[in-house]
């Protein structure tokens, strides 16, 4: 077999002023039941004591290292691991977040069940909400839970574009550093946090000509806190996530990608980015209207108009910025989808749940 269930495994942690939260995020690491690990840890110019903490976790265990650098962004930190990186796969945790036990063990005995050579193995994660309080703070599975199946082959991204639509979770993963290095994969060096996982999940997802999915909770990430992304303060911060789907964008057509399923995929992420700013900046921002007009021009309109996942208020907000007459739309493919989806998340979720907690809300044709 290709794939060996004790190969080392390069763990990048890109870090910037987490003192908070660092601890737990190394400890989670370090308690791993796959111990064949290298953990990188990327100082990127901490005011706080996050270069303590690293470095303290490096003194106690040989298997931690501390690089040291100038702030530059998440981008940077992370290509700086995986240039250094001596592990045949590369994982890339966020320094706020932390991991389940046999997350490392569970993932290599899945590509080890395989003849052929493995490019990105992919699980989903769980949602840590609201975790400034400790009363207040809960965990949910992310919707991709149980949308697949565990695999039993490897797969390529057009067989399940479902992975681009989905929250860029590039966290979530194992990547084999050959395949990074033979398709020159790395991250746009974006200032700060920059949104820099957008570029790479397309590079990566896209070029992988084997991958597959373990249908498993093991990765907790902490989620925006409500209201944390209302009123942007720079033009920037209101333009990146318009910027970062037209980057994707423009990625998709230079690999030559064409896919039916992949680039609606897209799309629907394109919508979310638009709804996500007008709900954050506001409708009568008129960089979010210029932006939202971009992303929308480069849009195919008939994936809009058959696509069930972008509801008649998307729909209806695409023809009006574009200035072109709406047709008629599906409603029924629309109603068929909303029927399939409100199943999945009572699966997911429990009715319990979803009628305790208006967060755990149903999908709506608004």
């Given at each position: 077999m290709h794939s060996d269930p004790s190969a080392l495994v390069t763990v990048i942690v890109p870090i910037y002023n987490v003192e908070k939260y660092l601890e737990q995020c190394l400890s989670s690491?370090?308690?791993?039941?796959?111990?064949?690990?290298?953990?990188?840890?990327?100082?990127?110019?901490?005011?706080d004591s996050s270069r303590d903490i690293a470095e303290r976790f490096a003194s106690n265990d040989k298997r931690f290292v501390v690089i040291s650098k100038r702030n530059e962004g998440y981008g940077a930190s992370c290509n700086l691991g995986i240039e250094k990186a001596r592990g045949k796969w590369i994982s890339i945790i966020e320094p706020d977040d932390w991991i389940s036990p046999t997350m490392y063990e569970d993932m290599?005995?899945?590509?080890?069940?395989?003849?052929?050579?493995?490019?990105?193995?992919?699980?989903p994660w769980i949602e840590v909400r609201f975790w400034d309080n400790p009363e207040t703070q809960a965990e949910r599975p992310c919707t991709l839970y149980k949308r697949m199946k565990t695999s039993i082959e490897p797969f390529v991204i057009k067989d399940n574009p479902i992975l681009l639509e989905a929250h860029p979770s590039i966290w979530s993963a194992l990547y084999r550093k050959k395949f990074l290095d033979e398709k020159n994969i790395r991250f746009i060096p974006y200032p700060g946090a920059g949104w820099a996982d957008n570029?790479?999940?397309?590079?990566?997802?896209?070029?992988?000509?084997?991958?597959?999915?373990?249908?498993?909770l093991y990765y907790h990430y902490r989620t925006d806190l409500p209201g944390s992304t209302l009123n942007h303060q720079s033009d920037e911060?209101?333009?990146?996530?318009?910027?970062?789907?037209?980057?994707?964008?423009?990625?998709?057509?230079?690999?030559?990608?064409?896919?039916?399923?992949?680039?609606?995929?897209?799309?629907?992420?394109?919508?979310?980015?638009?709804?996500?700013?007008i709900c954050d900046d506001g409708w009568d921002?008129?960089?979010?209207?210029?932006?939202?007009?971009?992303?929308?021009e480069m849009m195919d309109e008939s994936i809009v108009v058959e696509c069930p996942r972008i509801n008649a208020r998307k729909k209806r907000l695409f023809?009006?910025?574009?200035?072109?007459?709406?047709?008629?739309?599906?409603?029924?493919?629309?109603?068929?989808?909303?029927?399939?989806?409100?199943l999945h998340l009572i699966k997911i979720y429990g009715i319990k749940l979803i009628t305790e907690h208006a967060s755990f809300h149903l999908p709506s044709e608004a």
């Open positions: 690491i370090a308690s791993q039941t796959h111990e064949s690990l290298e953990v990188l840890c990327i100082n990127d110019g901490s005011t290599l005995n899945l590509a080890g069940r395989f003849e052929e050579e493995v490019d990105v193995v992919k699980t570029p790479f999940l397309i590079e990566s997802l896209c070029q992988a000509s084997s991958i597959l999915y373990l249908d498993t911060a209101i333009a990146r996530p318009f910027d970062r789907w037209i980057d994707m964008m423009r990625m998709l057509d230079e690999l030559g990608v064409d896919d039916r399923g992949v680039l609606e995929a897209h799309h629907v992420r394109g919508f979310d980015y638009v709804a996500g700013a921002n008129p960089l979010v209207r210029s932006k939202t007009r971009e992303v929308f023809f009006e910025v574009t200035e072109r007459p709406a047709p008629r739309l599906f409603r029924l493919t629309r109603a068929k989808f909303l029927a399939s989806e409100t």
